[in-house]
């Protein structure tokens, strides 16, 4: 690598970026036609569940500590995507310095809650029917002693196109669990798998995220009556299972149309990005509050909120069209302070806001690193530490946003990646925030990966799945690290079939005792296919 080119206007460093190799494709094709859907998978390297913050948790995606709702009430998005690996340690970082070169080499130093009963097993076929042609009648066969149990498992039927059908979300709020199917969002009792509400928004989504505020609520984004443009924003109330009001985003910038978009939301503002436009919205009322699509300075392309915070990724029209990162007012989007990126360098991902975390990468040169910024928006470091990291995520031009995605968690000084080969997540690395350095590590064991799911006061709450039919399980590690301890031991036999079977393209909760697993997207070839599946006590 060479020296890192020191970004405008921006005193030196004391630390530059890592590097990263070439971002590898992963994860399963399709399953083929005829495949029993609650097959165990081929043995890995599969897609390792990627990890990015879901709704009624104390932060929100990328939030950071101190947010909306109580702790234990965090929940996590698995989500399928691109995946490049970081590598923190061997190649090492270089300070920034006013060369216009990029980095070279140099040497590196190297909850325990339970759910409220035990619910008999519902099939389920997605409807709330509990028929299912296909679906095992016992779902605990083969449980062995000590282990928690299978509560229920949701299928669905549907005819779609060669594409599939998709399922994104995973909402945990209250007593319902939810999801997204196709042009419908339903609600389920956590404990029986019951439907406990449906709404048909009879038009395709487009748009959403795993935020929620703290009384459930959240915004969609749909498309118009005709189909031809993604400009319909709704909110939905994930707790009472109604449609609030429906607003027409009156598309700014050189693009008056969209196929998709992302959301970011916190408090009552919620921030929408499409292909060349964004404008902030107050969630109470879906009214407008502000957008800037002027031609000069460094205009915001998208946002990240949480924890009362947001931050704007923006684009510089100077000649090398460097990115900034900008504070930005919720009510306003006025910034206070800004951090240019070096040259050729963009956002991949905000794994937190507040603290704010940052992945950037250079396509050309294949640079890397996570960034840290403190509060008045100055570097306090780049995370530094030996091993190759799994950091999923669609930066900004993708529909998945900046937010949703990502193998890490999160609290008040520590971040949490998933690390492992090109392809798996077979240990987990705790970073200090404040110096960039590990902290502690922890192997999966063999043959099994490790998600991070939960992070509060230290602790974190991981998904140990095995690559191999053998069951999984939820585990909590002090905050010090070493050995976790199992909050949940997934059953085995039947169960454990199906659970591996979710592998290959997932969403995962864990909440009050109960942990989620649901697909993303259905093949919808008319044949039951699962859906949502929850275990517990």
């Not at 109470?284 to 990724?313: H, Q, R, W």
Request: proline fraction near 8%.
């Amino acid at each position: 690598m060479t020296e890192l080119p020191q970004p405008p206007n921006q005193p030196p460093t004391p630390s530059g970026y890592g590097h990263l190799p070439g971002p590898p494709q992963q994860g399963y094709g399709p399953v083929p036609q005829g495949a029993n859907p609650y097959a165990q998978q081929p043995a890995y390297p599969p897609q390792p569940p990627t990890v990015a913050q879901q709704p009624v948790g104390p932060h929100g995606p990328g939030s950071g500590p101190g947010g909306t709702a109580p702790k234990k009430k965090l929940k996590l998005l698995v989500a399928a995507s691109v995946a490049a690996v970081l590598v923190l340690g061997g190649v090492g970082y270089a300070a920034l310095s006013g060369d216009d070169e990029d980095p070279k080499p140099v040497a590196q130093e190297p909850a325990d809650a339970k759910p409220s009963g035990s619910p008999s097993v519902d099939k389920g076929d997605g409807n709330g029917s509990g028929k299912g042609s296909d679906i095992p009648t016992d779902l605990n066969e083969g449980r062995k002693p000590g282990e928690d149990k299978a509560l229920w498992l949701k299928t669905a039927k549907m005819e779609g196109p060669g594409a599939g059908i998709p399922a994104k979300g995973l909402w945990v709020v209250g007593d319902a669990v939810v999801k997204t199917v196709d042009k419908s969002v339903i609600g389920y009792g956590v404990s029986d798998g019951k439907e406990k509400w449906k709404i048909d928004l009879r038009t395709e989504i487009c748009g959403l995220t795993g935020q929620t505020t703290p009384d459930g609520k959240t915004v969609m984004v749909v498309k118009n009556a005709d189909g031809s443009n993604c400009n319909q924003t709704k909110l939905i109330d994930l707790k009472a299972g109604k449609e609030g009001w429906t607003k027409e985003v009156v598309m700014e910038g050189p693009f008056k149309e969209a196929s998709s978009a992302t959301i970011s939301l916190d408090g009552d503002t919620f921030a929408l990005a499409w292909l060349g436009g964004h404008g902030a919205y107050r969630l109470s009322t879906g009214d407008k509050l502000f957008s800037d699509a002027g031609p000069e300075g460094c205009k915001p392309m998208t946002y990240a909120a949480g924890n009362n915070k947001m931050i704007a990724v923006a684009l510089c029209l100077d000649a090398d069209k460097t990115i900034e990162i900008q504070d930005a007012d919720p009510n306003t989007g006025k910034k206070t302070w800004s951090y240019r990126l070096p040259k050729g360098y963009e956002v991949n991902a905000v794994y937190s806001v507040s603290p704010t975390v940052i992945d950037i990468g250079n396509r050309d040169t294949k640079g890397r690193a996570i960034l840290v910024l403190d509060e008045k928006g100055q570097k306090r470091n780049t995370l530094s530490g030996e091993g190759k990291f799994v950091v999923n995520c669609g930066g900004t031009s993708s529909s998945e946003g900046l937010q949703n995605c990502g193998n890490s968690a999160v609290d008040a000084d520590t971040v949490y990646l998933a690390a492992g080969d090109e392809s798996t997540g077979s240990e987990i690395v705790a970073f200090d925030l404040g110096t960039g350095k590990v902290k502690w590590r922890t192997k999966a064991g063999d043959k099994k990966v490790l998600v991070p799911l939960n992070a509060a006061n230290g602790q974190l709450t991981a998904y140990r799945a095995s690559i191999t039919g053998e069951p999984g399980e939820i585990v909590s590690f002090p905050a010090g690290g070493g050995d976790p301890k199992t909050l949940l031991k997934l059953p085995s036999g039947t169960s454990a079939r199906i659970e591996g079977s979710f592998l290959t393209s997932q969403s995962a909760a864990y909440a009050d005792g109960r942990f989620f697993l649901s697909v993303t997207r259905l093949f919808g070839e008319n044949k039951e296919e699962k859906l949502l599946m929850a275990f517990g006590k």
